[in-house]
Nanobody
């Protein structure tokens, strides 16, 4: 089975930047829409941004103008560049892929990574 692996989280001061990465654990044919979600302590998981296989993006209002989602389809990897970080961005960030083609005609659905902690100190 294929898994998603996040990296790049850490501790940063308010106003700083971090770049998250999410990669498939093995070679796959293709990945449909990918997205970043986050969950702060005591809160529900929320959408941060999504990107389709053709590059169409969507952002939560709270991160528009500060975060940029991108992907490299050749590497089956997605990124989240986070700038001007705020204390309220502190959360565990999860990546998601809604559909992955692992071989010809075989798909797996709704895969999640294990999460990476982002902590922004004020």
């Amino acid at each position: 089975q294929v898994q998603l692996v996040e990296s790049g989280g850490g501790l940063v001061q308010a106003g700083g930047s971090l770049r998250l990465s999410c990669a498939a654990s093995r070679s796959v044919f293709s990945i449909n829409t990918m997205g970043w979600y986050r969950q702060a302590p005591g809160k529900q998981r929320e959408l941060v941004a999504t990107i389709t296989s053709s590059g169409t993006t969507n952002y939560a209002d709270s991160v528009k103008g500060r975060f940029t989602i991108s992907r490299d389809n050749a590497k089956n990897t997605m990124y989240l560049q986070m700038n001007s970080l705020k204390a309220e961005d502190t959360a565990i960030y999860y990546c998601n892929a809604d559909r992955i083609s692992i071989s010809f005609g075989i798909w797996v659905y709704d895969r999640w990574g294990q999460g990476t902690q982002v902590t922004v100190s004020s």
